[in-house]
C-alpha cells in the first residue's frame, strides 16, 4: 500500500464526493443547499488541486486541468453567494442560488472527470 | 474540371449555335404571325409566350395551344417548328452523347478527375508506377499499412483489375505513361503529402527515366526504382537520390548466402516476413558444382555469386534442352538453377534434370503468380519470384529503414555473430516472425532529460524494456541493433560496430542505400495508423526541406549489432526492436512517463506531485 496514493485518492473522492452533496437537490429550495457544505467543498478541492501540481506525468497534466476547472466553477459560486448576500443571514434570491448550484453542477462533471481518471489509472498500472 | 468544360463547350459550338438559330426564328415567327383571343379579336404573341411554347414544343413535352386555340397560320408555322427544332435538340444531343464516349474526351476527363483527386489528398500516400505483379504486391502492402496510393500505369487493362481488388481504400488511379513528367506532376510528387515514388514497371529504362523525371520535378521526393541492369544502375548512381532495388541482384546475394551462411537468409526472412507468420526454415544448399539455366539477365550475376564462394558453376543461357544441361556439367552437379522467363519451362527443366540426377537441389524462378500449382509440383529447394523480393524491401525501407540497413549489416557479418542474433530473435519470437520497429530519442535529448530526471547516470538500453506496469519486470523484446549518429562515449566496449553506411555503400555492393534513404527517416511522418507509428519521444521530426541539407546528413553514423543491454542511450540514438506489436506501445508508455523509470531505479513508486515529493523529503525537480 503506497500511503501517497492513499491521500491522493481520498482528496479526490472527497471533492467529489462533497461537491456531489452540495449539488444534489431542487435548485430553488434554500434548505436543500446548505452554504457549509459548499466551503467544505471549495476547501477540499484546493487541498485536491494543490496535491497535484508538479506532476510531470500527462495523467498527471489532465488530473491538474480538471481539478482547475472544478476549483474555478466552486469559488465562482461561493463569492457570488457572498457578493448576493452582503454577508447577512437573509436567504440569497431564488435565481442566485439557482446560479450558485449550477456552477456547482459544473464542478461535479469536472471533479466527476478526476475520479474516472483516478480510477483508470490505478487499472492500468498494476504496480 | 476548368479544362473539361471547356472542351465540352466547344465541342459543342456548332449544335449549340444551331439550336439558337432554330430557337430565335420560331419565336420570331410566332410573335409575327397573328392570332385571336377567346373573343375573335385580333391578338398578338408576347416574346415571353412564344418562347414558352417553343420551349416545350421543341422538347415535345406539348403542352397544348396557351393561352388561344391556334389559328391555322400559326399551326402551319408550329408544325414546322417542330420537326426543325426536334432535329436540332437530337442534334445537340447526339453530340454531347458522342463526346462522352470518345477516347480523347474520356481521358482527358479521366485525368482531370484524378488530378482533382490527388490535389484533394490531405494525408501521406505514395506514388507507385506499373501496376505489373511487384506493382500490385506493393500497392496492397500500403493499402495493408493504410497508407493511400496513387497509382501510374499505362495499360488500361491492369487499371481495370485495381477496381476488383479488395483494397481498403481504392488507390486513384490514371492510366498514363509514367514517363512523361506531366504525368508524375498530375500524380502530385512534389505535394508535400507525397512520401514516395516507387517505380515498379517491368523495364529497366522506363524505370530510370520515371526516376529521374521525378528527381527533376521534386528533388525532395524520396524515390526508388526497380532496376537490374548495371548500367542503368551505375548511370543512376551518378545522379544520385535514387534507391535502386535490384531483385536479380538480391537473388544472386540470397542465392550466394545460402550457400555461405544460411543462418544469415533466414535471419532476413524472418525480419522480412509480415509479423507473425511462421519463421521460414533455414536450409542450406549444398556446396559443389552448380548448373545454371534459363534467363542470361538472370543467371549471370547468380553464376557470378556462385563462383565467389569458391565452387564450380555453369552456366546455359537461352532455350535449354537436356543436351546442354549435361554440357553444363550436370552429371556431376549438386545442384540446378532453374530461371527461364517461363514457368513451364522452368518446370520441365527440373524434371528433366532430376531424372538425370535425382538427388539435385533445386531453385527455380517464379514467373507468374497463378503458376504456383506448377511451381509446387517441381519441389524446389528454393522458390525465387522478384514480387517477393521487391515488396519487402520497399516496406521496409520506407517504414523502418533501419531495419533495411541493419539487414545489410547482416549480410556481411560473420556466422556466428549471425547465429546469436537469430538466437535473440527467437528468444523473444519462438517460432514466428516477430514484430519490428524503432524506437526513436529525439536528438535534442528533451526525451532523456525527462527520463532520467536529476540522476547522474543515463539512461540504458535495458531500461527501455522495462514493463511499464511492473518496472521491475523485463518485457520479452530484443534490441537488434543501435544506430548512433556520431560514436558517443558510453558504448566503446562494444564489440559489434561497423563504419558509417557511406563508407560500405562505397565498399561495394549496389547502391542498395542511397545517401537519401539515411536522410528521409521519420516513419511517423509517413504512416498516421497507430499500428505503425514510431515510438518517436519528441517532436523533432526533421522537416521535408531541412532533410535535404547537406548539412543534416549524418556525417558519421555507427551501428552496433547486439548491442549490450548496459549501452547508455544518446540523444538522436535509434533501437530497432524486435518482439510482438503491443510491447512496441508499451515501450512508447515507458518513454512518455517518467515516474516509470524512476520506479525502476528507486524500487519503490515515486511520489508524482509536489507536495507528495516534498513530503517525502525528497529533492525538488
Request: aromatic fraction near 6%; include cysteine.
Given at each position: 500500500?503506497?500511503?501517497?496514493?492513499?491521500?491522493?485518492?481520498?482528496?479526490?473522492?472527497?471533492?467529489?464526493?462533497?461537491?456531489?452533496?452540495?449539488?444534489?437537490?431542487?435548485?430553488?429550495?434554500?434548505?436543500?443547499?446548505?452554504?457549509?457544505?459548499?466551503?467544505?467543498?471549495?476547501?477540499?478541492?484546493?487541498?485536491?488541486?494543490?496535491?497535484?501540481?508538479?506532476?510531470?506525468?500527462?495523467?498527471?497534466?489532465?488530473?491538474?486541468?480538471?481539478?482547475?476547472?472544478?476549483?474555478?466553477?466552486?469559488?465562482?459560486?461561493?463569492?457570488?453567494?457572498?457578493?448576493?448576500?452582503?454577508?447577512?443571514?437573509?436567504?440569497?434570491?431564488?435565481?442566485?442560488?439557482?446560479?450558485?448550484?449550477?456552477l456547482s453542477g459544473g464542478a461535479l462533471v469536472a471533479n466527476g472527470v478526476s475520479v474516472v481518471l483516478l480510477i483508470g489509472e490505478t487499472l492500468r498500472q498494476s504496480r | 474540371m476548368g479544362d473539361i468544360l471547356f472542351l465540352v463547350l466547344?465541342?459543342?459550338?456548332?449544335?449549340?449555335?444551331?439550336?439558337?438559330?432554330?430557337?430565335?426564328?420560331?419565336?420570331?415567327?410566332?410573335?409575327?404571325?397573328?392570332?385571336?383571343?377567346?373573343?375573335?379579336?385580333?391578338?398578338?404573341?408576347?416574346?415571353?409566350?412564344?418562347?414558352?411554347?417553343?420551349?416545350?414544343?421543341?422538347?415535345?413535352?406539348?403542352?397544348?395551344?396557351?393561352?388561344?386555340?391556334?389559328?391555322?397560320?400559326?399551326?402551319?408555322?408550329?408544325?414546322?417548328?417542330?420537326?426543325?427544332?426536334?432535329?436540332?435538340?437530337?442534334?445537340?444531343?447526339?453530340?454531347?452523347?458522342?463526346?462522352?464516349?470518345?477516347?480523347?474526351?474520356?481521358?482527358?476527363?479521366?485525368?482531370?478527375?484524378?488530378?482533382?483527386?490527388?490535389?484533394?489528398?490531405?494525408?501521406?500516400?505514395?506514388?507507385?508506377?506499373?501496376?505489373?505483379?511487384?506493382?500490385?504486391?506493393?500497392?496492397?502492402?500500403?493499402?495493408?499499412?493504410?497508407?493511400?496510393?496513387?497509382?501510374?500505369?499505362?495499360?488500361?487493362?491492369?487499371?481495370?483489375?485495381?477496381?476488383?481488388?479488395?483494397?481498403?481504400?481504392?488507390?486513384?488511379?490514371?492510366?498514363?505513361?509514367?514517363?512523361?513528367?506531366?504525368?508524375?506532376?498530375?500524380?502530385?510528387?512534389?505535394?508535400?503529402?507525397?512520401?514516395?515514388?516507387?517505380?515498379?514497371?517491368?523495364?529497366?529504362?522506363?524505370?530510370?527515366?520515371?526516376?529521374?523525371?521525378?528527381?527533376?520535378?521534386?528533388?525532395?521526393?524520396?524515390?526508388?526504382?526497380?532496376?537490374?541492369?548495371?548500367?542503368?544502375?551505375?548511370?543512376?548512381?551518378?545522379?544520385?537520390?535514387?534507391?535502386?532495388?535490384?531483385?536479380?541482384?538480391?537473388?544472386?546475394?540470397?542465392?550466394?548466402?545460402?550457400?555461405?551462411?544460411?543462418?544469415?537468409?533466414?535471419?532476413?526472412?524472418?525480419?522480412?516476413?509480415?509479423?507473425?507468420?511462421?519463421?521460414?526454415?533455414?536450409?542450406?544448399?549444398?556446396?559443389?558444382?552448380?548448373?545454371?539455366?534459363?534467363?542470361?539477365?538472370?543467371?549471370?550475376?547468380?553464376?557470378?555469386?556462385?563462383?565467389?564462394?569458391?565452387?564450380?558453376?555453369?552456366?546455359?543461357?537461352?532455350?535449354?534442352?537436356?543436351?546442354?544441361?549435361?554440357?553444363?556439367?550436370?552429371?556431376?552437379?549438386?545442384?540446378?538453377?532453374?530461371?527461364?522467363?517461363?514457368?513451364?519451362?522452368?518446370?520441365?527443366?527440373?524434371?528433366?534434370?532430376?531424372?538425370?540426377?535425382?538427388?539435385?537441389?533445386?531453385?527455380?524462378?517464379?514467373?507468374?503468380?497463378?503458376?504456383?500449382?506448377?511451381?509446387?509440383?517441381?519441389?524446389?529447394?528454393?522458390?525465387?519470384?522478384?514480387?517477393?523480393?521487391?515488396?519487402?524491401?520497399?516496406?521496409?525501407?520506407?517504414?523502418?529503414?533501419?531495419?533495411?540497413?541493419?539487414?545489410?549489416?547482416?549480410?556481411?557479418?560473420?556466422?556466428?555473430?549471425?547465429?546469436?542474433?537469430?538466437?535473440?530473435?527467437?528468444?523473444?519470437?519462438?517460432?514466428?516472425?516477430?514484430?519490428?520497429?524503432?524506437?526513436?530519442?529525439?536528438?535534442?535529448?528533451?526525451?532523456?532529460?525527462?527520463?532520467?530526471?536529476?540522476?547522474?547516470?543515463?539512461?540504458?538500453?535495458?531500461?527501455?524494456?522495462?514493463?511499464?506496469?511492473?518496472?521491475?519486470?523485463?518485457?520479452?523484446?530484443?534490441?537488434?541493433?543501435?544506430?548512433?549518429?556520431?560514436?558517443?562515449?558510453?558504448?566503446?566496449?562494444?564489440?559489434?560496430?561497423?563504419?558509417?553506411?557511406?563508407?560500405?555503400?562505397?565498399?561495394?555492393?549496389?547502391?542498395?542505400?542511397?545517401?537519401?534513404?539515411?536522410?528521409?527517416?521519420?516513419?511517423?511522418?509517413?504512416?498516421?495508423?497507430?499500428?505503425?507509428?514510431?515510438?518517436?519521444?519528441?517532436?523533432?521530426?526533421?522537416?521535408?526541406?531541412?532533410?535535404?541539407?547537406?548539412?543534416?546528413?549524418?556525417?558519421?553514423?555507427?551501428?552496433?549489432?547486439?548491442?549490450?543491454?548496459?549501452?547508455?542511450?544518446?540523444?538522436?540514438?535509434?533501437?530497432?526492436?524486435?518482439?510482438?506489436?503491443?510491447?512496441?506501445?508499451?515501450?512508447?508508455?515507458?518513454?512518455?512517463?517518467?515516474?516509470?523509470?524512476?520506479?525502476?531505479?528507486?524500487?519503490?513508486?515515486?511520489?508524482?506531485?509536489?507536495?507528495?515529493?516534498?513530503?517525502?523529503?525528497?529533492?525538488?525537480?
Amino acid at each position: 500500500m503506497n500511503l501517497e496514493k492513499v491521500i491522493f485518492g481520498f482528496f479526490v473522492v472527497l471533492a467529489c464526493t462533497l461537491n456531489f452533496g452540495f449539488f444534489i437537490g431542487d435548485m430553488t429550495r434554500h434548505e436543500l443547499h446548505h452554504p457549509g457544505e459548499l466551503f467544505a467543498a471549495v476547501v477540499v478541492n484546493l487541498i485536491a488541486l494543490v496535491l497535484k501540481f508538479g506532476d510531470r506525468t500527462q495523467m498527471g497534466a489532465i488530473h491538474l486541468g480538471t481539478s482547475l476547472a472544478a476549483c474555478l466553477q466552486l469559488v465562482t459560486a461561493a463569492v457570488l453567494w457572498r457578493w448576493v448576500s452582503g454577508g447577512s443571514d437573509e436567504p440569497v434570491p431564488v435565481s442566485t442560488l439557482a446560479t450558485v448550484v449550477s456552477l456547482s453542477g459544473g464542478a461535479l462533471v469536472a471533479n466527476g472527470v478526476s475520479v474516472v481518471l483516478l480510477i483508470g489509472e490505478t487499472l492500468r498500472q498494476s504496480r | 474540371m476548368g479544362d473539361i468544360l471547356f472542351l465540352v463547350l466547344r465541342r459543342l459550338r456548332a449544335p449549340l449555335i444551331a439550336l439558337i438559330l432554330i430557337y430565335a426564328i420560331s419565336i420570331a415567327g410566332l410573335v409575327a404571325i397573328p392570332g385571336v383571343d377567346a373573343q375573335g379579336q385580333p391578338w398578338r404573341m408576347s416574346y415571353f409566350h412564344a418562347f414558352y411554347i417553343i420551349s416545350y414544343t421543341a422538347t415535345t413535352i406539348g403542352f397544348g395551344e396557351i393561352p388561344f386555340p391556334f389559328t391555322d397560320a400559326q399551326r402551319i408555322w408550329i408544325t414546322a417548328v417542330i420537326y426543325v427544332s426536334v432535329t436540332g435538340w437530337a442534334y445537340a444531343l447526339g453530340t454531347v452523347f458522342n463526346l462522352s464516349r470518345d477516347p480523347a474526351f474520356r481521358a482527358a476527363a479521366a485525368r482531370s478527375l484524378f488530378v482533382q483527386r490527388v490535389r484533394r489528398l490531405r494525408e501521406p500516400y505514395c506514388v507507385v508506377c506499373g501496376y505489373g505483379r511487384s506493382g500490385r504486391e506493393v500497392t496492397e502492402a500500403l493499402d495493408r499499412l493504410g497508407v493511400r496510393v496513387v497509382l501510374l500505369e499505362v495499360d488500361p487493362q491492369r487499371v481495370a483489375l485495381v477496381e476488383v481488388q479488395p483494397f481498403s481504400r481504392l488507390p486513384i488511379v490514371l492510366v498514363a505513361d509514367a514517363r512523361r513528367p506531366e504525368s508524375l506532376r498530375d500524380a502530385g510528387i512534389a505535394k508535400p503529402e507525397c512520401r514516395a515514388v516507387i517505380a515498379l514497371t517491368d523495364d529497366d529504362e522506363t524505370n530510370q527515366i520515371i526516376a529521374i523525371g521525378a528527381r527533376v520535378l521534386d528533388p525532395v521526393t524520396r524515390v526508388m526504382a526497380r532496376i537490374s541492369d548495371a548500367r542503368i544502375q551505375d548511370s543512376l548512381a551518378e545522379f544520385g537520390g535514387v534507391q535502386v532495388i535490384d531483385p536479380i541482384h538480391r537473388f544472386a546475394q540470397v542465392l550466394q548466402a545460402s550457400m555461405i551462411s544460411p543462418i544469415a537468409v533466414q535471419v532476413e526472412q524472418t525480419l522480412s516476413a509480415a509479423p507473425g507468420s511462421p519463421r521460414p526454415t533455414s536450409s542450406s544448399l549444398p556446396r559443389g558444382h552448380w548448373v545454371l539455366a534459363g534467363d542470361a539477365r538472370f543467371i549471370q550475376p547468380a553464376l557470378k555469386a556462385v563462383l565467389a564462394t569458391g565452387q564450380t558453376a555453369s552456366a546455359s543461357p537461352g532455350e535449354v534442352g537436356e543436351d546442354d544441361l549435361r554440357r553444363a556439367g550436370l552429371d556431376r552437379a549438386v545442384g540446378l538453377v532453374a530461371a527461364a522467363s517461363s514457368d513451364a519451362d522452368n518446370v520441365g527443366m527440373v524434371s528433366m534434370a532430376r531424372r538425370i540426377r535425382p538427388e539435385l537441389a533445386v531453385v527455380i524462378r517464379q514467373n507468374k503468380a497463378f503458376n504456383q500449382p506448377l511451381i509446387d509440383t517441381a519441389r524446389a529447394d528454393r522458390v525465387f519470384r522478384q514480387s517477393a523480393v521487391i515488396t519487402p524491401e520497399v516496406l521496409s525501407s520506407l517504414t523502418t529503414p533501419l531495419l533495411a540497413r541493419f539487414l545489410d549489416l547482416v549480410r556481411d557479418l560473420p556466422a556466428e555473430e549471425v547465429q546469436r542474433i537469430a538466437a535473440l530473435i527467437e528468444s523473444v519470437s519462438g517460432d514466428r516472425s516477430p514484430w519490428i520497429w524503432t524506437c526513436e530519442l529525439d536528438p535534442a535529448g528533451a526525451t532523456l532529460k525527462m527520463l532520467q530526471g536529476e540522476a547522474k547516470s543515463g539512461l540504458r538500453l535495458s531500461e527501455l524494456q522495462c514493463d511499464p506496469r511492473e518496472p521491475t519486470r523485463s518485457l520479452p523484446m530484443a534490441p537488434l541493433a543501435v544506430l548512433r549518429a556520431s560514436d558517443g562515449p558510453g558504448g566503446t566496449d562494444q564489440p559489434g560496430r561497423v563504419a558509417g553506411a557511406h563508407e560500405r555503400a562505397a565498399a561495394g555492393g549496389v547502391a542498395s542505400e542511397s545517401a537519401l534513404a539515411l536522410r528521409l527517416a521519420p516513419l511517423g511522418r509517413l504512416i498516421r495508423a497507430p499500428l505503425q507509428v514510431r515510438a518517436r519521444t519528441g517532436l523533432t521530426a526533421l522537416g521535408r526541406t531541412g532533410t535535404l541539407s547537406d548539412e543534416g546528413l549524418p556525417a558519421a553514423q555507427t551501428m552496433r549489432w547486439l548491442p549490450s543491454l548496459d549501452l547508455e542511450l544518446a540523444p538522436g540514438d535509434q533501437v530497432l526492436f524486435a518482439g510482438a506489436q503491443d510491447l512496441q506501445f508499451l515501450q512508447r508508455r515507458v518513454l512518455t512517463d517518467p515516474t516509470v523509470i524512476e520506479h525502476l531505479r528507486s524500487g519503490a513508486e515515486p511520489p508524482r506531485s509536489a507536495v507528495f515529493r516534498w513530503w517525502a523529503g525528497r529533492p525538488r525537480h
